[in-house]
């Protein structure tokens, strides 16, 4: 079945906590994405990756680092979490047809 | 820069009701224009899209028509149901990295009742 997995799906940690969302998808796919959902905002994007070891920045990437060593795989990762970042997190792949993203199920994240 | 606008949520409905969600959007050129559901506990799933002026996007009863003159992509549906229920987002696609990108709007809540 084509998916976009995430772990975990609830995390409730601390501020200045290191964590990690893992991101993969089994498309093969090239173009991979990560947005946080807030209410009144809709989506919107934190970083964005072309291809494998291809990263760029997107709407609000501060707070945020990334890396794609496989192309199935795309972590997000929070060095120092503060409270501001506590929101809804997902995943997205897209296989080149305009705008045909699918998106993981959402890992929903809260930093007390 | 591109950006889309929706009407503000929620929206409540008895079944059997007609449906309209607005949408309007800012752009430069001619992006695509999509509509995205999520259903409670979900990912987004691509619910329809249209690609140039005056395409008709279609799919399980809901319809979108591209209007370039509006600039507007009103989500709409005859005959809503229970299983209708879910928040509703407009997009469109930003023609960088790749085309890929999309820009969303804010998402509208939907609930219907019986």
């Known amino acids: 079945e084509a998916q976009v997995t995430q772990n975990p799906r609830y995390l409730i940690t601390v501020t200045g906590k290191k964590l990690t969302v893992t991101c993969s998808q089994n498309?093969?796919?090239?173009?991979m994405s990560w947005y946080r959902q807030d209410p009144g905002l809709g989506l919107r994007q934190i970083y964005y990756?072309?291809?494998?070891?291809?990263?760029d920045k997107g709407d609000v990437p501060e707070g945020y680092k990334v890396s794609r060593k496989e192309k199935r795989n795309f972590p997000l990762i929070l060095e120092s979490p503060s409270p501001n970042q506590t929101s809804l997190y997902f995943c997205?792949?897209?296989?080149?047809?305009?705008?045909?993203?699918?998106f993981g199920p959402g890992t929903r994240l809260t930093v007390t | 820069g591109n950006s889309v606008t929706q009407m503000e949520g929620p929206v409540t409905l008895s079944e059997e009701a007609f449906l309209t969600i607005n949408c309007t959007y800012t752009?430069?050129?001619?992006?695509?224009l999509f509509w995205y559901v999520q259903y409670p506990g979900e990912g987004l799933q691509l619910l329809l899209k249209?690609?140039?002026?005056?395409d008709k996007g279609s799919n399980k009863g809901f319809e979108a028509t591209y209007r370039k003159e509006t600039t507007s992509f009103h989500l709409e549906k005859g005959s809503v149901q229970v299983s209708d229920s879910a928040v509703y987002f407009c997009?469109?696609?930003?023609?960088?990295?790749?085309?890929?990108?999309?820009?969303f709007g804010q998402g509208t809540r939907l609930t219907i009742n019986p």
């Open positions: 997009a469109l696609s930003d023609l960088g990295q790749g085309a890929q990108k999309l820009v």
């Open positions: 990756s072309m291809n494998v070891e291809v990263t």
């Open positions: 498309m093969n796919h090239e173009y």
């Open positions: 249209a690609t140039k002026a005056d």
């Open positions: 752009a430069t050129g001619y992006p695509s």
């Open positions: 997205a792949s897209g296989g080149g047809r305009l705008g045909e993203q699918y």
